[in-house]
């Protein structure tokens, strides 16, 4: 089992910026793949972004690409989300998620996720 803590939500205005790092422990897999989704409210969860724990591959959704970074760190578990020039259309509940494997935007395909961290851009 995994375990996936997520931190540096918050607001900001739009143009901003914000870092999101999710701290996993427990059973990592290495050899999967760490993702970063977010639900607004009454919206289905969307993919935002995803990275390879062994080859640092990653994948982006078109509405963040160029604006938003992912990385990880392997000796530290930890991976990140670099946001930059955050729209309002940005605010959401974001969560970190776990898969094991080669997995991609499919929230299915995640078997693990941390509680989530609140990110609100205002205009």
């Known amino acids: 089992q995994v375990q996936l803590v997520e931190s540096g939500g918050g607001l900001v205005q739009a143009g901003g910026s914000l870092r999101l790092s999710c701290a996993a422990s427990?059973?990592?897999?290495?050899?999967?793949?760490m993702g970063w989704f977010r639900q607004a409210p009454g919206k289905e969860r969307e993919f935002v972004a995803r990275i390879t724990w062994s080859s640092g591959i990653t994948y982006y959704a078109d509405s963040v690409k160029g604006r938003f970074t992912i990385s990880r760190d392997n000796a530290k578990n930890t991976v990140w989300l670099q946001m930059n020039s955050l729209k309002p259309e940005d605010t959401a509940v974001y969560y970190c998620a776990a898969g094991s494997g080669v997995v991609y935007s499919r929230f299915q395909d995640y078997a693990n996720w941390g509680q989530g961290t609140q990110v609100t851009v205002s205009s």
């Open positions: 427990g059973r990592t897999f290495r050899t999967g793949t």
